[in-house]
């Protein structure tokens, strides 16, 4: 079974791929098309593996979720997310090659497409607030005190739908 799920993820097509990526980003067709400065006839003829981009036009798409071509490619298409709730002692992290970032996030606002350290992943912590993960395998809702762990090479996204500002620290080991 681990060996047919690598092969899928290395064997995955381009449509494939941006297909997975726009579900994730929450994006239509349409929308990328407009952010990538494509028709949203070429994304869906791409998604269906009608017909195989050119390496610029590739680019020109990927440039819609801020990504290049080595995020693209390798990408993992199957990581299953691993959820760990911590709401008393919050994230502790003793490190010096740990990477933090604190972001707020007004209501209604989302962060762009992101992909999980190839190496180590990340650690999600959401301080206050709601904030709906959005990745390959669905959609979470974080509330203050969650930590959710993104598995390496696992794309995501993260969107505040609540009325209120929401806070989050996303942490890398480097």
Same mark, same amino acid.
């Given at each position: 079974?681990? #060996?047919?799920?690598? #092969?899928?993820?290395?064997?995955? &097509?381009?449509? *494939? @791929? +941006?297909?997975?990526? @726009? =579900?994730?980003?929450?994006? !239509? =067709?349409? #929308?990328?098309? /407009?952010?990538?400065?494509?028709?949203?006839? +070429?994304?869906?003829?791409? *998604? =269906?593996? /009608?017909?195989?981009?050119?390496? !610029?036009?590739?680019?020109?798409?990927?440039?819609?979720?801020?990504?290049?071509? &080595?995020?693209?490619?390798?990408?993992?298409?199957?990581?299953?997310?691993?959820?760990?709730?911590?709401?008393?002692?919050?994230?502790?992290?003793? &490190?010096?090659?740990?990477?933090?970032?604190?972001?707020?996030?007004?209501?209604?606002? !989302?962060?762009?497409?992101?992909?999980?350290? @190839?190496? !180590?992943?990340?650690?999600?912590?959401?301080? =206050?607030?709601?904030?709906?993960?959005?990745?390959?395998?669905?959609? *979470?809702?974080? +509330?203050?005190?969650?930590?959710?762990?993104?598995?390496?090479?696992? %794309?995501?996204?993260?969107?505040?739908? %609540? &009325?209120?500002?929401?806070?989050?620290?996303?942490?890398? +080991?480097?």
């Amino acid at each position: 079974m681990v #060996e047919s799920m690598m #092969e899928f993820v290395s064997e995955a &097509s381009v449509g *494939e @791929r +941006v297909l997975h990526l @726009r =579900q994730i980003s929450g994006l !239509s =067709q349409r #929308e990328l098309a /407009k952010r990538a400065g494509l028709t949203n006839s +070429v994304i869906s003829t791409i *998604e =269906q593996d /009608k017909v195989s981009p050119s390496v !610029s036009s590739l680019e020109k798409l990927l440039s819609g979720f801020g990504l290049d071509l &080595s995020d693209f490619f390798s990408l993992s298409l199957n990581s299953n997310l691993a959820y760990s709730l911590n709401a008393h002692s919050g994230l502790s992290i003793k &490190s010096n090659r740990v990477m933090q970032r604190y972001l707020s996030l007004s209501p209604q606002a !989302s962060t762009n497409l992101a992909i999980a350290s @190839r190496s !180590s992943g990340v650690s999600i912590a959401c301080v =206050q607030g709601q904030i709906l993960l959005r990745s390959g395998q669905g959609e *979470e809702i974080m +509330v203050a005190g969650d930590v959710v762990s993104v598995p390496a090479s696992c %794309a995501y996204s993260l969107f505040n739908h %609540a &009325s209120i500002e929401a806070s989050v620290i996303v942490a890398v +080991v480097n």
